[in-house]
């Protein structure tokens, strides 16, 4: 069929067209199913997705998102060629996959690249995301995965011959370590230029935090002005565009909040390989309410992270740490920063969870890389306030050429928790006996956050502290800029009860 | 937050509402994503998948599909509070089935409820499909989910005592039984409302087919009207709403073109189900080009439609026919009819194996059904002609009260193949050695079918006659409406080289 084209210009995310219904009727098509286009003028074609919006375009035209133009050249009112799509290549692939069969690394490269340039729908991706967990991949297929992934996106190339990195799998309260360990190990001489992401399903990611007090969103030579400057950074990943087809794949999982070892591990590796680690610390937390729950589980995966660093010559130290429960005291992106800096300003009454977990994991990255008696170089930086001067200079850094001291200390005067709170405090003398992380972060995501920077909550007995409570000593506080969302929050905490109580 | 409406009132074929890229960039919400609307003036609430679209809708407003105005019963300008939404409840349990849990009774209804008042993305009902497939479905979970979609949907409830119903698994090119087995078998006396389908993959349903000749979509009492008249009817089974969630998963099925047992099985049964079948055949043909390759797994799939059919106390025969090459002559809609026309009328040159093939169905229909010495009953009608008498009443009821049988006449004569032809010959003395269901189809579909009825193939050899060639016979001949399409079809069969000779 031919349609004369009408240049919508909309950024759909993806190539799309919009049909009148009356033509979609007559191609047999339906909404989110894929159409062959020809721009008769050029020759050029693509395959993009359809929507139906009769009151947008007559039915003798068809209108194109700005990916479909841009890869068509078309002006308004051009002839264009319509088909119905056959199965594209990728999707015989990822048929070929939930069909059991392993794919190839030409394959692999093939359907990643189809992801990065969003010519698959997420019907199609979702169908690979469920192969992927319920057939599994192999070591050949992850490893494959893993190079299609970073080779179709950017890769910082710096000249440090060690450049130093830690992931945490996440999951847990809190936890605030990165911006804490970083310092340490970048006041210690270290190359640390740590990219993290924003909140997924938690209640802040390190990105959203650090940005309390610094833009975190940078281009690759912006990010290495930084790390040539302070030896790290503290960037948010997302628009470095390494390893893009991740984000693509993440959103897919998501629909389900699905886990996908297979993809977990790709996401991972992808992405510090991509950021040029040659020195990795891997932390799997464990426990209860956290995304591994047995140590078993935990050593397991820890195990294919090690095979698969073997494999691309990464230097890699798996940690197992207790994630029963939140770490430090504030949760949300500016509760998180002011215990952050309480531990970094060695304030006496800084949660000593997060201030020891993130000396754990500092020594055990200047370890790795070859620093003798790493557990007290770790803390000597800390203590003797190196490791807070090397994060001012870290935050100045990622704020501007002109930033001083001042400014740092103006910005961190503003970091205030939301103005609407309420504290809950012990009915009777009692005993904290379990913190669930899921049940606090989605309380978390009730009063706003990572949207709304200062909200989130304070609990005020963190894992090193006493868990015995008094009749009226305080058990958490919730903090929102909204009084709809603050009453909400309190209404979830009293039917999911995520603080168990003896 | 809190956005006015904006009421767009396109048919979205599901709740769809329109954002301004800054509005989704504040909600942290992509497209396909889904979001929670309240009207805050009435409470009522839906959930909705996002589409972005800045030129539609400003920053403070929502643009809302027919569906969400339908929920919520918005005017324009109205407040609306929005929300991310988390997992829905259909969500959650399609997530519990992809982790290899059994789902029950209970929550297959909501499920599949869900599916048909399009709550569900296609990515979601995605990741359902693909559980089926490599988790598989217990008998119950099959059970119930038959169960399920017959309640959501129409059922015929015809007074009969015995209903007479026949399915082909399909696949097969040509083979276009049904008009001449309901044929007979309503000349015998039986009650057979067939609905069947319009093509998915092959280049004809039965329903394209008839339509050549008569309506074919009909309420529920404009069929038993057709039927109380002539026994018998031969209906497109889509306008009836009968377990319409089939329809909405074959889509998602189709993404892939997968295969997935469990959902043929309900998916035919629950049609059977809602149509109030007593006796059943089924047909499940099998070959080296058909759905279904070896015997043994045809004879394993009859298995477990009898053991289902026990289940739901269906009298069900299933026949194993020989599926490796096309049936009949002609291939597309206008072309079928021509070979199922020619059968009726007992013409001397009608294809043997199509005329054969039937007499067997019908023959086994009506011993199902404890009609004596069916295999020369079912003979007798169609060769003494009252097969055809039949089939020309049925026809003439589809069509309405007026017409006679000058009309049908009429309406037979205008039955021609598409203008534009091209015949292929013998280049040499040898012999056809394989036909192949599929690129016969694709052939098919590159023609024209089957939206262009009067587009196909004739096979000039059809299974029954001599497959010796001499140089200059013919072999095939393609037709469609338009050069283009004959053009390409022919460089397709040179390329894929359907017919293999010796």
Redesign the interface.
């Known amino acids: 069929m031919i349609l004369k084209s009408r240049n919508?210009?909309?950024?759909?995310?993806?190539p799309v067209v919009i049909l009148n219904?009356e033509t979609a009727k007559?191609l047999?098509i339906?909404?989110?199913?894929r159409l062959g286009i020809k721009n008769l003028r050029n020759k050029k074609t693509i395959y993009a997705v359809v929507?139906?919006?009769?009151?947008l375009v007559q039915a003798n035209q068809i209108g194109l998102s700005r990916e479909v133009i841009g890869a068509l050249n078309t002006k308004d009112n051009e002839k264009l060629e319509v088909h119905p799509s056959e199965?594209g290549i990728a999707?015989k692939l990822?048929?070929k996959k939930?069909s059991g069969e392993h794919l190839t690394k030409n394959e692999l490269n093939l359907l990643v690249s189809e992801i990065v340039h969003n010519n698959l729908?997420?019907?199609?991706?979702?169908?690979f995301?469920?192969?992927e967990?319920?057939?599994g991949m192999s070591f050949d297929e992850t490893i494959n995965l893993i190079k299609a992934m970073v080779k179709t996106g950017n890769q910082l190339k710096l000249t440090s011959k060690i450049v130093a990195d830690k992931h945490c799998i996440g999951g847990i309260a809190g936890n605030r370590t990165t911006p804490i360990v970083v310092s340490i190990c970048a006041a210690a001489g270290l190359t640390m230029p740590k990219t993290s992401s924003r909140a997924i399903t938690s209640a802040a990611g390190t990105a959203d935090v650090i940005e309390t007090l610094s833009r975190v969103d940078f281009s690759s030579s912006e990010l290495k002005k930084v790390v040539s400057k302070t030896n790290a950074c503290l960037a948010w990943g997302g628009s470095l565009n390494l390893a893009p087809s991740d984000d693509k794949i993440i959103?897919?999982e998501r629909?389900?909040?699905?886990d996908v070892e297979p993809q977990l591990l790709a996401s991972i590796m992808s992405k510090k390989i991509a950021a040029g680690a040659t020195h990795l610390l891997i932390d799997i937390p464990y426990g209860k309410s956290s995304k591994v729950e047995s140590k078993s589980g935990a050593k397991k995966l820890g195990k294919k992270f090690k095979k698969i660093s073997k494999y691309f010559n990464i230097k890699t130290k798996v940690v197992y740490t207790d994630g029963s429960r939140p770490v430090g005291n504030g949760i949300g992106p500016v509760l998180e920063m002011l215990d952050v800096l309480s531990v970094l300003k060695n304030n006496k009454n800084a949660p000593q969870d997060l201030k020891n977990k993130s000396l754990f994991l500092a020594s055990k990255i200047l370890k790795l890389c070859n620093i003798k008696r790493s557990k007290k170089v770790a803390r000597t930086i800390l203590e003797s306030g190196e490791a807070y001067k090397k994060f001012r200079e870290i935050i100045n850094a990622q704020n501007s050429k002109q930033e001083n001291s001042d400014d740092f200390d103006n910005r961190v005067k503003k970091l205030k928790p939301s103005r609407f709170s309420k504290t809950i405090t012990a009915k009777k003398d009692s005993k904290i006996l379990e913190i669930d992380n899921k049940k606090i972060n989605s309380i978390c995501h009730v009063l706003g956050t990572?949207?709304t920077k200062s909200a989130g909550v304070y609990l005020h007995r963190n894992s090193s502290q006493n868990q015995d409570l008094r009749k009226g000593d305080k058990i958490i506080t919730l903090y929102s800029e909204s009084k709809d969302k603050l009453e909400d929050a309190l209404k979830f905490y009293e039917e999911f009860n995520p603080i168990k109580l003896k």
Chains 1, 2 share one sequence.
Do not use: M, Q
């Open positions: 919508l210009n909309w950024l759909a995310g993806r219904a007559k047999n339906n909404v989110d199913e929507d139906i919006f009769s009151r199965l999707a990822i048929k939930v729908t997420e019907s199609e991706i979702a169908y995301v469920a192969a967990k319920l057939n959103r897919v629909i389900l909040n699905l990572p949207e």
